[in-house]
Each structure stands twice: as C-alpha cells, then as structure tokens.
C-alpha cells in the first residue's frame, strides 16, 4: 500500500480547518464562602469549576 505525502498533508490541513474553533471563556468566578484553607468557585458563564485557595501560606506573607 502507497500512501502518496500529498494527499496525506492535504487532508490533515482540511481537518485543521474544518474544526470549529472553541470560544475561550472570560469567567466570571463565583466564590463559596471561606471555610477552611479551600473554597470552590463556579463561573457563572460556562459553569466551570475550580477552587481557590482561601490564605496565602507563611512563605509568600513575608516576601
């Protein structure tokens, strides 16, 4: 079996263009309140989760 070079470049670049590109999310963070080191933020645009820390530790403070 031959796979000619061209063919095969040409229809990965076809697939590159064809994908609809994601839109990136500018979030908007909605945060629990603090109880503990942690909290869990939701964004209210496309409802990702994260969780933030809720203190900055000993080292960062004294820098």
Do not use: Y
Request: charged share 20%.
């Amino acid at each position: 079996m031959v796979i000619e070079k061209d063919f095969v470049a040409s229809t990965v670049a076809q697939a590159l263009f064809e994908e609809p590109a994601k839109p990136t999310c500018c979030h908007h963070w909605v945060i629990e309140t603090a109880h503990g080191p942690v909290s869990w933020g939701v964004c209210q645009i496309c409802h990702q989760g994260k969780e933030f820390m809720n203190s900055i530790g000993e080292i960062e403070r004294e820098s």
